[in-house]
């Protein structure tokens, strides 16, 4: 069996260590014997929508938003909706997750048009509350970051969340879970990511992948059900996955997802 | 906290207030050995007078310099501290790298009288490590007459959010400053270049021109590999580390300014130190730092270019890298019996790397403890760890001990990196690294240096409160002396 990755935007949408995701898909695939193909697919390079399986994507700084968003509409959207609507996985995570949506609301209340993958609009929380992110305080204030732990049918994902944008769902659309712990999609509704067919948008980061080996196997069993039919995978010894995943959600549900620094100390 | 007003009581009546219960909480607070009480006498004082940082600041004679930048703000700091204090200068500092406000306060509040003025000598100045964040309420209050800019690395997104803000934050405070100040910025860093761009104030640069020491293509932690004139992508001809390097933008034409101030025939000696050769203004020198590693030949570099614009003569700056101290965590040295561990700070994916190639720079099998929390100074986002290079670890390893609340985080992204045994399947690692994880910081250490053979060292990598923690536990057991004790030390020892 043979999967091929697209890995979007490698040098300017992978800032939480999003690579994670990737080696995680690999290597997975690896131990149980799955031929596995990494493509990057930077800015100005166009989508075959029949060569792609699994499309991975992660998060970027605000400033690339623009360049990543033209280059969606013009070079890349077609090929990925496309992919997508034949059945191809993908996992977008905090501005890929953006970005996939119909359209984006900048902190200072430029209207980005998106992908349209998933049924929902992200509107950045500064521009909601008219807030001018001159100092750390204030970009602080409207920004969602912490632990963030979501119910996934009956699995806990856990991972971390860092996002000024909420996100807001449309009717019909389907959310990836609720939340246990942290703001998800707005620190709203309670809910957190969206799913469209076998494409996952989230704003869990960390990454979630390598600590949710049940996720990570759900998208090689999508992928791989491009091509085959009736995939089984073989387990695999998740011992330290599942201890790592545990102690992770331990720590994000025994406190509160805000942390204080004491005193103000600095670090060198 | 530049929060509230000083209420009732009169300005002078408050800063004298503000002063006397900043340094009883320094007396408390190492009576009661709560630490070095660096930060909370600042603290609390400014809560009563807020205007405290900016009066005292602008009554020292000579003025003050901030240097700030994600990696070597301390190092640097402590070099150019060095050579202002060998030119006869009277140095106000915040040596312990407590770099807030509340920490510069502090600094300030102890060279005052009973009535909260400033006594200090007609010859004194401050030279003040800022941390990235504060940096704009620090140049707001101290306006300073030399800025210092190192690098700007990705660290701790859940305190910054994101690289450009950090650069967006420091180019309006720049900004700010008026013609007679001096902005001393690495030329090899693009986002730090850039900051120099249409500035009122004066701009020197300085950068590596060595290429024995570049790499092909730029490692995967690499931050900025976008032209931040234009935003296309940039060109490296050179690549040291992390994003720093040779670069030019063939869109926009932007790219790497000439430095005044360039090191090359950087000979690193391992673990000891390094000798670098450095053009200057003033004619070229060679340079012996025995602080180990490129970033610090470049931290000595930034520290020379610094101290030059504020006339310092060159020798001293020589003599000054050479008698640096390495501060808290910076490769410091303990012995524990027949054994020795080597302590080193780690706040981020590129620092983590310069760590690990530093550690393997020479021959031969490593003992190795990584600690990773994440406590408000670490970093509560633990997902950089998947950007740094453990793979370079392969085959060197004969002990990998894990530590901190995060410890299984390290486990993943090993057997992830290939260097575990993943359990029964097609694929088998050649030579798995024996492994030992233990989250207690300190049972970590001691377990460690137990299967450490005599003779041999155990490196450590932590994270901030991971180092601290173990730190803690080795002075109190008399393995290492408190760090505010040696930073006095070496204050009085240098004046």
């Known amino acids: 069996m043979r999967i091929v990755i697209g890995y979007l935007y490698p040098s300017v949408m992978s800032q939480y260590g999003d690579l994670g995701n990737v080696i995680t898909i690999v290597r997975r695939c690896q131990w149980r014997g799955i031929d596995v193909e990494v493509r990057e697919l930077e800015v100005g390079e166009a989508v075959d929508p029949g060569h792609i399986d699994l499309f991975l994507v992660g998060g970027g700084a605000d400033t690339h938003q623009r360049l990543v968003c033209e280059d969606l509409l013009k070079v890349k959207g077609e090929g990925i909706r496309q992919a997508v609507d034949q059945g191809a996985a993908a996992f977008a995570v905090c501005a890929g997750y953006q970005l996939w949506g119909h359209h984006y609301h900048t902190a200072t209340g430029e209207k980005l048009a998106g992908l349209g ?152 | ?175 700010q400053l008026p013609a007679t100040t001096t902005i001393v910025l690495n030329a090899d860093d693009p986002q730090v270049a850039y900051l120099g761009e249409d500035l009122p104030a004066k701009v020197l640069y300085f950068g590596l021109d060595d290429r024995q020491w570049a790499r092909p293509g730029l490692e995967h932690a690499a931050d900025s590999r976008r032209c931040p004139k234009c935003g296309r992508d940039l060109l490296y001809g050179l690549s040291f580390y992390g994003h720093l390097g040779h670069y030019a933008c063939n869109q926009c034409g932007w790219r790497r300014p000439d430095p005044r101030f360039a090191a090359w025939n950087v000979e690193l000696q391992g673990l000891t130190g390094s000798r670098s050769r450095v053009a200057t203004p003033a004619g070229d020198r060679t340079f012996h730092l025995p602080l180990a590693g490129l970033y610090n030949a470049c931290n000595a570099l930034a520290a020379s270019a610094g101290a030059s614009c504020l006339g310092v003569d060159m020798d001293l700056v020589q003599a000054a890298a050479q008698g640096v101290v390495g501060a808290f965590g910076r490769l410091e040295r303990v012995r524990v019996g027949d054994k020795q561990a080597c302590v080193l700070l780690v706040k981020n994916p590129s620092g983590f790397n310069e760590g690990l190639r530093l550690v393997l720079s020479q021959d031969g099998p490593r003992w190795l403890l990584a600690g990773l929390n994440d406590g408000g100074p670490d970093g509560r986002d633990v997902s950089w760890i998947w950007d740094v290079d453990f793979e370079m670890c392969q085959g060197r390893i004969a002990l990998m001990a894990v530590s901190g609340r995060r410890a299984r985080d390290l486990v993943l992204r090993l057997k992830y990196g290939g260097l575990l045994d993943p359990g029964p399947g097609p694929v088998a690692v050649a030579s798995p690294m024996p492994l030992l994880v233990e989250e207690d910081m300190v049972r970590a250490f001691f377990a460690a240096i137990e299967r450490t053979p005599p003779g041999e060292t155990l490196y450590v990598l932590a994270t901030y409160t991971a180092m601290w923690t173990l730190r803690r536990e080795l002075v109190r057991r008399g393995y290492l002396a408190p760090f505010w004790r040696q930073a006095r030390f070496e204050e009085t020892a240098a004046g």
């Open chain 1, 117 to 268: 993958v998933f049924n929902a609009h992200t509107i950045h929380r500064a521009a909601q509350t008219g807030t001018r992110l001159d100092t750390i305080a204030r970009a602080g204030s409207v920004r969602a970051v912490g632990n963030l732990v979501v119910k996934w049918g009956d699995q806990i994902l856990v991972g971390f969340e860092n996002h000024g944008g909420r996100t807001y769902l449309h009717s019909g659309a389907r959310p990836l879970g609720k939340t246990l712990a942290g703001g998800g999609n707005n620190s709203e509704d309670g809910w957190e990511g969206c799913v469209y067919k076998n494409a996952i948008g989230t704003y869990l980061h960390g990454p979630a992948l390598p600590k949710n080996p049940r996720l990570a196997d759900h998208l090689i069993r999508a992928a791989l059900g491009r091509h085959y039919r009736d995939v089984q995978l073989e387990p695999l010894d998740d011992t330290q996955e599942i201890v790592a995943h545990d102690r992770a959600t331990e720590r994000a549900l025994a406190r509160p997802s805000r942390g204080k620094r004491l005193w103000g100390q600095g670090v060198g």
């Open chain 2, 1 to 175: 906290m530049p929060s509230g007003k000083a209420g009732p009581l009169a300005p002078v009546a408050a800063r004298a207030a503000a002063v006397c219960t900043g340094k009883t909480a320094r007396v408390l607070s190492r009576a009661l050995g709560r630490g070095g009480g660096t930060t909370l006498p600042g603290h609390l004082a400014e809560r009563i007078d807020p205007g405290l940082v900016h009066g005292l600041g602008q009554a020292i004679p000579n003025g003050s310099v901030l240097v700030t930048g994600t990696n070597g703000k301390t190092t640097t700091t402590r070099i150019l501290a060095g050579a202002l204090r060998s030119a006869g200068l009277e140095v106000i500092t915040n040596p312990e790298g407590s770099n807030l406000l509340p920490g510069i306060a502090t600094a300030l509040l102890l060279r005052t009288d009973g009535w909260g003025r400033l006594a200090v000598s007609p010859s004194a100045i401050g030279v003040f490590e800022v941390d990235e964040g504060a940096f704009r309420p620090a140049v707001a209050a101290l306006s300073p007459r030399l800025v210092v800019i190192t690098n700007l690395f990705r660290d701790q997104l859940d305190r910054y959010f994101e690289v450009d803000f950090v650069a967006q934050l420091w180019r309006r405070a720049l900004q």
